[in-house]
């Protein structure tokens, strides 16, 4: 049994917002004329296990959906790529791999705190939960602030597509410290124009995976001041393991797009 | 309370925290193995070394952080009909535009 405050607050401050809340058993149970069971257990479930292979189910179809949503962009990168390939090269030049890098360990970093929160709640260890999830909420503003770093880096070069976009580290790459250190030749005109196409997929990619993780944030924040009220650590876990799944995913989709905006075009060929 | 019940009612596998140090460690390792590669002339290999990289992170990404190797039947069925509808539309898609145009010049 919890001692904090959770239990009272229940009713009143959270009502039905996902799984945890239902189950008139632990209040009522006698009316109901059933068998004792867990709170959290809904009633149109057989038993705890089944309801979370439900839950699991669901939420790998929902991810299911997100594969298709990034795979259309992948798939868009890939294509355009093929077609405007010495402008792709130049442009993703242009990237720090120094930032990319760090990011990509900040956000595996993350990736494995949340697996350690999903164990905490398991083992129902509540401060070793509420440490991983403020670890993971930490490392993923970490994420975007590196990311805020390498976004003012395109806006100050005018490598942001749209009306200020400005050709010249492709025209003339000696005028460019990025350019001129990958040893970029100039790209004719036409190509060079194309370059914009490869920073459109590049902010549309790390955008939309940007406002993953801050829906991703958003929602850890909401679980660090569940979990602290204890919770996930009385049994019930569906909800943080859900959650680890979708930042898991959104940490895939990192590990896609790292090589391929990043990296596979430093040695042109 | 119920609590005892509920342990013993939910056969729920958990994962040792052993296992995601182990995974996160090479997780971080791979990493550095395909930003080195990157730096490396490969030619062709480039690209093809990346994507085989990352494929390996995900893979191990979705088995043992996800828990898919620990999972029922039907969550590694979904995942694997997830990745299968995704390669095979991806792949159609690409054979498509990347072949559109051979034999017209």
Redesign the interface.
């Given at each position: 049994?919890t001692t904090s405050g959770w239990k009272s607050r229940e009713k009143k401050r959270w009502p039905v917002s996902d799984s945890t809340a239902i189950a008139p058993a632990a209040h009522g149970a006698p009316e109901h004329g059933h068998e004792?069971?867990?709170a959290y257990l809904r009633h149109h479930f057989e038993?705890?296990?089944q309801q979370?292979?439900a839950a699991?189910?669901a939420m790998?179809?929902f991810?299911?959906t997100e594969?298709?949503f990034f795979?259309g962009l992948?798939?868009a990168y890939?294509?355009y790529r093929?077609w405007y390939y010495p402008a792709f090269v130049a442009a993703s030049h242009q990237l720090n791999?120094f930032w990319g890098?760090l990011n990509?360990?900040v956000l595996?970093?993350s990736?494995?705190t949340?697996?350690?929160g999903v164990?905490c709640a398991?083992?129902r260890k509540q401060s070793g939960l509420v440490l991983c999830l403020v670890l993971t909420f930490i490392l993923g503003l970490a994420f975007l602030g590196i990311k805020t770093v390498e976004y003012k880096e395109k806006i100050e070069k005018h490598h942001v597509p749209g009306f200020h976009y400005s050709l010249n580290s492709f025209l003339d790459p000696d005028s460019d410290a990025e350019a001129k250190a990958a040893g970029d030749k100039p790209l004719a005109l036409d190509m060079a124009r194309h370059t914009e196409v490869y920073f459109s997929l590049y902010f549309a990619m790390t955008g939309m995976h940007a406002l993953h993780m801050i829906i991703g944030i958003a929602i850890l924040g909401f679980m660090i001041l569940r979990a602290r009220a204890g919770a996930y650590t009385?049994?019930h876990v569906t909800f943080v393991?859900n959650f680890?799944?979708y930042w898991?995913?959104v940490?895939?989709v990192w590990?896609?797009l790292?090589?391929?905006l990043?990296?596979?075009s430093?040695?042109p060929? | 309370?119920?609590?005892q019940k509920?342990?013993e009612?939910?056969?729920?596998h958990?994962?040792?925290?052993v296992i995601?140090?182990i995974?996160?460690g090479t997780?971080?390792v791979l990493?550095g193995v395909?930003?080195a590669a990157?730096?490396?002339?490969?030619?062709?290999f480039?690209?093809i070394v990346?994507?085989a990289?990352?494929c390996i992170?995900?893979v191990l990404?979705?088995l043992?952080?996800?828990?898919v190797k620990y999972?029922?039947k039907?969550?590694k069925l979904?995942?694997f009909?997830?990745?299968f509808?995704?390669l095979t539309?991806?792949g159609m898609?690409?054979s498509d535009?990347?072949s559109r145009a051979w034999g017209r010049w």
């Open positions: 049994m004792e069971h867990p038993n705890v296990e979370a292979d699991g189910f790998w179809l991810l299911l594969v298709m795979g992948f798939t890939l294509i093929n791999i890098t990509t360990a595996i970093t990736s494995f949340m697996a350690m164990w398991e083992i009385a049994g393991e680890g799944l898991h995913f940490d895939i590990i896609f790292f090589p391929l990043y990296l596979i430093r040695h060929n | 309370m119920t609590d509920e342990m009612e939910s056969q729920h958990i994962v040792s925290p995601y140090i995974i996160g997780l971080l990493t395909t930003v990157s730096y490396l002339e490969l030619g062709i480039n690209p990346a994507i990289i990352a992170k995900a990404v979705v043992f952080f996800m828990h999972s029922s039907l969550t979904t995942v009909a997830g990745l509808t995704f539309l991806i898609t690409l535009y990347f």
